[in-house]
DNA sequence: TTCGATATGTGATGTTATTACATTAGTCAA
DNA sequence: TTGACTAATGTAATAACATCACATATCGAA
């Protein structure tokens, strides 16, 4: 994998469904927007999330089931530490960012466990700032 | 609410699976268990799981879609903790436990940002030192 | 060109969760 | 006791999310 990923037709219509939307889509969702593109089963849009989570330009938000397009496209900066995500259950908007602290506190307890991670989730569930104050 | 929950049958059938279960266990998989208590639908186990969750008796484990019984039922030490879930991928097990300065700097993030957090999940996938060794 | 790997198309099915509505059981005040 | 209110329960139907199984197509390398 090259830091520009080729995609393929239909990864490309997938991302760009996400791309262009201002928060997180359901996989049926993005079905939806595309069946005008010729999409006509949940499972054109599946394997294009799988594909475009490998690569890294999506993620997936467990705790409502939705994918969002990566915000830091071009920074690999924290594609070695854990991200989190801040969902705000007003508007939908999520803030992605990361933090080596907690990183590197989750791994202390891994390592110290003897617990070889794959993959960590942390998603904060809340009001986010403008929602709040409006 | 006082220190010890009074529960109502479904709610202790329920809490009762799955606290004498290994590991998580599915809302269906609960269903399965307890037909033989009368219990005919989804929405029974759903509803008992709702109150138990609010009763901090339970966890719900976002990304397998399953619950589990809270492993530190007496000690209310990290209840303003964030908890964290190590879910091992072989054999199902859960860990579980809690970082203060985790759920610190995830303060920091929520309160220099205006997001008022509700709820956050922790959850770390992966494989767990027993069967990692094996 | 032939082979193998990757991508795609499609229907059916499996899994997880909620909606809508009816009924039952407990509580408390008049 | 009655009535009224609230919480809990029962049931069917449906919605929402995800995968399986199998067929076809596309593309690059030997």
Redesign the interface.
């Given at each position: 994998m090259t830091s520009t990923q080729e995609l393929t037709k239909n990864q490309s219509l997938v991302f760009n469904a996400l791309a262009r939307a201002d928060g997180p889509l359901s996989a049926y969702t993005i079905l939806d927007q595309l069946r005008g593109d010729g999409f006509r089963a949940p499972l054109q849009v599946y394997r294009a999330l799988d594909k475009l989570l490998d690569y890294g330009m999506i993620h997936r938000l467990?705790?409502i089931n939705a994918f969002v397009a990566c915000s830091h496209p071009h920074s690999h900066s924290h594609s070695h530490g854990m991200i989190?995500f801040?969902i705000?259950?007003k508007c939908g908007q999520v803030?992605e960012?990361s933090?080596d602290?907690?990183t590197a506190?989750?791994r202390e307890?891994?390592s110290s466990?003897?617990?070889?991670?794959?993959?960590?989730?942390?998603?904060?569930?809340?009001?986010?700032?403008s929602c709040?104050?409006a």
């Open positions: 467990e705790s989190a801040a705000c259950e803030s960012f933090d602290v907690i506190r989750v307890w891994t466990n003897g617990f070889k991670q794959s993959k960590t989730t942390i998603e904060i569930r809340g009001v986010c700032a709040g104050t």
